[in-house]
């Protein structure tokens, strides 16, 4: 997977966590006044859901954790598939490159990429 790919699908799973914690916002807001108010009934519904959340948002994060950790970062650097995107970038920008890799000319540095240690360097 390149990363362009796992990060659309990374957003979309923080998007839903983004969802959840406002849902969570709005049940704590409806538990404040619920019980400044006394009303213990809807306090109870609204524990009750905010247990509810807060349980599938654990869920959701430990998939999301699973989803992030399953990106293997070596491999994309070492494959060359992120000399790719970066060279496929740098095209569409206009921006003219010279040499192969893991050693770039971009004016007006020269860039190393350095596959082993996941880093890229001027």
Known sequence: ????????????KEKYIKDSITRQQNIF?????NSAKGDLKN???DLAAMETLISDQM?????LK???????????????DFAKQMLSYCESMGVDV???FP???I???KVKIDADNQDVYK
């Open 1 to 12: 997977m390149n990363y362009e790919e796992f990060y659309s699908e990374l957003q979309v």
């Open 29 to 33: 807001k409806s538990i404040s006044r």
């Open 43 to 45: 306090l109870s519904k």
């Open 59 to 63: 869920v959701y994060l430990n998939n």
């Open 66 to 80: 699973e989803f992030a950790e399953s990106f293997d970062a070596q491999e994309y650097m070492q494959s060359g």
């Open 98 to 100: 010279k040499g192969d």
């Open 103 to 105: 050693a770039y000319e």
């Open 107 to 109: 004016f007006p540095y």
